[in-house]
């Protein structure tokens, strides 16, 4: 039996090019890479996670203890949410969903999708560094450590790999993507000193993003794109099992 990944990730490692898709979907990344390595993945994710999403499930969540003992690779497939413009900030954002009554949830959902590819694009052009994104690079970087620094605490020496942010084309978004390069300074930063290899998912699916390969939403990735993130994943993965 091959090796045991532990993947976080957001919706990127769950949804194909016309959908959201079961964790045990066969073509999602996390799985083509087990499959090439002979194991299996366990993936802990959900929409819009950011890298503070990643700490918060592997603090809070009872079932990704009982998965730690267990795995024998631990793959952050998070980062890119983190980049994307986020005009309201991200703690009032995330209250639109328990508003009530019903009736205000949706005017106020309504009105902030309209709102928020113009606010993206005038944000990219007005202010410094592009406007507000949905976790700054810093905390980005915080969390991935505090992650990486609690997986180690928990099982010494087991390796980890996390991920360059990838790139859109998202009409919700824009589509404009000014945080990306200032995140992807941040983590590679982050990832040298830590020992933690990286997934350049800007560079394994740029191409097919950008060149409307995807899904319709300009977002997620179709299934060629899927195969490549799986492929490279299973690479470098393989690597450190040789070296460990």
Known sequence: MGPRLLVFGDSLSFHGPDRAEPADEPRLWPN???AALGGRADLVAGIGWTARHAWHALTHDPH?????????????????MDTLP???PTALRELIPVLRPEGLRRR?????????????????????G????????????????????????????IPVVA???PVHRAAVYGPVHPGRPAAERAIRAWAGPAGVPLLDLRALVGD??????????????????????G???????RGLLRAG
């Open 32 to 34: 083509v890479a087990a």
């Open 64 to 80: 990704v203890w009982t998965l730690l003992p267990h795995v024998d690779v631990v793959v952050f497939g998070i980062g890119g």
């Open 86 to 88: 986020s005009p309201l």
């Open 108 to 128: 106020v959902r309504s009105g902030y999708l309209r709102a928020q590819p113009w606010l993206a694009r005038a944000f990219a052009r007005a202010l410094p």
């Open 130 to 157: 592009g406007g507000p994104v949905a976790l700054p690079p810093h905390l980005t970087v915080e969390y991935l450590e505090r992650t990486t620094a609690a997986v180690r605490a928990i099982r010494p020496g």
């Open 163 to 165: 991920s360059v942010p």
């Open 208 to 229: 097919h993003v950008l060149g409307g390969h995807g899904n319709p939403d300009g977002m997620h990735w179709g299934w060629d794109a899927h195969a490549a993130v």
């Open 231 to 237: 492929r490279a994943c299973a690479d470098v993965v």
